[in-house]
Nanobody, 116 residues
Framework: QVQLVESGGGLVQPGGSLRLSCAAS????????MRWYRQAPGKERELVVG????????NYADSVKGRFTISRDNTNKSVYLQMNNLKPEDTAVYYC?????????WGQGTQVTVSS
């Protein structure tokens, strides 16, 4: 059974940090490109960042460049998103996504709220 389980969301003040984790199971994790998406209330889901199978290539949305860092651990079948200098506009549900060819898996999401 394929599972992607996100964790690490929460409420944080502007300028604060959070680290999201996504634990994968039920598929060969190292074959999959991994991505983090987010969806704010009333808005479409948007791609935040992607990482290649080895971690050598990353691609960030302009809105998070220099503040967010994606990483992956193929041994532990996990992907992470370190988020620094958070802003109110980062408030959203964050989703983990795994892609390989036509296979496309999603987690259930974790809420991130940036507010004073």
């Amino acid at each position: 059974q394929v599972q992607l389980v996100e964790s690490g969301g929460g409420l944080v003040q502007p300028g604060g940090s959070l680290r999201l984790s996504c634990a994968a199971s039920g598929f060969t994790f190292s074959r999959y490109g991994m991505r983090w998406y987010r969806q704010a209330p009333g808005k479409e889901r948007e791609l935040v960042v992607g990482i290649s199978t080895t971690g050598a290539i990353t691609n960030y949305a302009d809105s998070v460049k220099g503040r967010f860092t994606i990483s992956r651990d193929n041994t532990n079948k996990s992907v992470y998103l370190q988020m620094n200098n958070l802003k109110p506009e980062d408030t959203a549900v964050y989703y983990c996504n795994a892609v390989w060819g036509s296979a496309n898996y999603w987690g259930q999401g974790t809420q991130v709220t940036v507010s004073s």
